[in-house]
């Protein structure tokens, strides 16, 4: 075996967490190893984020082009050239592809090619060769999973991994989990002129979020025609001559051409050494503390690895976390309630800080306003449907939280970041002049309306 010493990082794994420590690191003056088995970028990058916000933009395209009367344009909608639509969303991952390559080159960031396994607290191993480092970082990322005894056959039951890469658009589709990615997949089939239909077992969509969002995304989604059987179990699926069929707990039965197993994803950590070298785990997570510390010294892990919210810029939060700590910039942890999360469905669902659920579990009180989108010019104008909720310490903050739900509001909720982050309180933030017209003015108006001086709201 070669030995190959002196980094002061090897990092495994070139996800959105290893790769933003990677660049944090060399940025701070480290000599770092990147060790990658597919393509740097990981799963946000090529299975994730990117590929999935390109289907949706070619959704929303399709939708304008159908409902193009609807505002004097004539036009028509004729069919989706799935070849051409992944013509484009392959032409946006590689070029942020190669872009990320140039920004780690650029860093001197060494990448290397091959699967790695890591055999001491400060060596991986990649085929005959080793690399040792002061300090390993795990970032091996997350994977599907599916059901206990419900094989994945990539054709007729498939994961986001195939539905990614499908040359048509499924005629129908039943999709298993009614969570973000279910959702996603969901608005593009349906745009994409698809019969879907949602199973969750859980009694409504996006369960994490607060429940005024759920309730609104499935009332917008039964009006697009997206079928939901919510609160209850998948229960079988068969192979059929026209694709599958599917059987629900109580009973039911739907067909479709295909099943999308989308209820979660779990860590990506066996057969990688973790545990020989003695890294705590919990179900293949690997345990950290608040600064993505591991039981060992020399080594942290970040990202989908770790338990805590699956999302690309957690990923590249603790990574860059994890280089200030190296380098002794001494990082504060990370408000995980602080952290935005968006579901980029039509209508799209964002929201920062606590629900109304979690403040009362916590014993908070709390006052909250619900501003519709119906009192808002700019989403008049946009013809979208949906609301701003602002949740807040009773008798004048600070604010709690911020949940939105309408065309574009993911864009919107950089600003519920602020407010919440910031810890505003609603009489400060009604003091913002909010552009107009625009869709930020929802968030102005309902915190007007919990300083007590509501605009234009009906309450
Ligand atoms: C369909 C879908 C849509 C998503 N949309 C969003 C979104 O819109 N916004 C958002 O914030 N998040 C989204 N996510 C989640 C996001 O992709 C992940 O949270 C993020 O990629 C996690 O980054 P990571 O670095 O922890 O892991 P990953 O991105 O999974 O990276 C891990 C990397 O490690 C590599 N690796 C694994 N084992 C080895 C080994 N033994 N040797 C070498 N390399 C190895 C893998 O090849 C991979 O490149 C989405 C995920 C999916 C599946």
Not at 190 to 203: C, D, K, N, Q
């Amino acid at each position: 075996m070669t030995q190959i010493s002196n980094y002061d990082l090897v990092i495994l794994g070139g996800g959105s967490g290893g790769y933003a420590c990677a660049l944090r690191a060399a940025e701070l003056g480290s000599r770092v190893v990147l060790i990658e088995k597919d393509k740097v970028g990981g799963t946000c990058l090529h299975r994730g984020c990117i590929p999935t916000k390109a289907l949706l933009h070619a959704a929303e395209v399709a939708d304008l082009a159908r409902d193009a009367g609807d505002f004097g344009v004539v036009a028509s909608f004729d069919r989706i050239d799935m070849p051409a639509v992944n013509v484009y969303k392959d032409k946006v991952v590689d070029r942020l592809f190669k872009g990320l390559q140039g920004l780690l080159a650029s860093r001197k960031v060494e990448v290397v090619h091959g699967e790695g396994r890591l055999v001491t607290p400060t060596q991986v191993a990649v085929g005959d060769d080793l690399y040792e480092g002061s300090h390993v970082v795990l970032a091996t990322g997350s994977e599907a999973r599916s059901l206990p005894g419900l094989e994945i056959d990539g054709v007729k039951v498939i994961t986001s991994d195939q539905a990614l890469t499908l040359d048509h658009v499924p005629a129908s589709a039943v999709i298993l989990g009614g969570g973000v990615i279910g959702a996603e997949f969901a608005s593009v089939w349906r745009s994409f002129g698809a019969e879907v239909t949602i199973v969750e077992m859980l009694p409504r969509l996006l369960p994490p979020e607060d429940e005024a969002s759920s309730k609104l995304l499935e009332r917008a989604f039964r009006r697009r025609g997206i079928n939901s059987h919510l609160g209850v179990r998948f229960a079988d699926v068969k192979d059929t001559p026209a694709g599958v069929l599917v059987t629900l707990e109580n009973g039911k039965t739907i067909e479709a051409e295909l099943m999308l197993v989308a209820v979660g994803r779990g860590p990506v950590s066996a057969g990688l050494g973790y545990e020989q070298v003695g890294v705590k785990m919990d179900r293949g997570f690997v345990q950290v503390d608040e600064l993505w510390r591991t039981n060992i010294p020399t080594i942290s892990a970040v990202g989908d690895l770790t338990p805590g919210p699956q999302l690309a810029h957690v990923g590249f939060a603790e990574g860059i976390g994890v280089a200030e700590r190296l380098a002794g910039l001494n990082p504060a942890p990370i408000d995980y309630d602080g952290v935005p999360r968006v579901t980029y469905c039509d209508p799209e669902v964002a929201s920062v800080g606590i629900t109304s659920a979690q403040a009362a579990e916590r014993g908070i009180e709390f006052e909250e306003v619900n501003y519709n989108l119906g009192g808002n010019g700019k989403s008049v104008i946009l013809q979208t449907q949906g609301s701003a909720k602002v949740i807040a310490v009773a008798g004048g903050g600070p604010v709690l939280g911020v949940h939105l739900v309408g065309a574009r509001v993911g864009e919107l909720i950089a600003e519920g970041q602020l407010i919440y982050n910031w810890e505003a309180f609603p009489a400060d933030v009604a003091k913002l002049i909010h552009p107009h017209p625009t869709q930020s003015e929802a968030i102005g108006e309902a915190h007007l309306a919990l300083a007590g001086k509501p605009l234009h709201f009906h309450s």
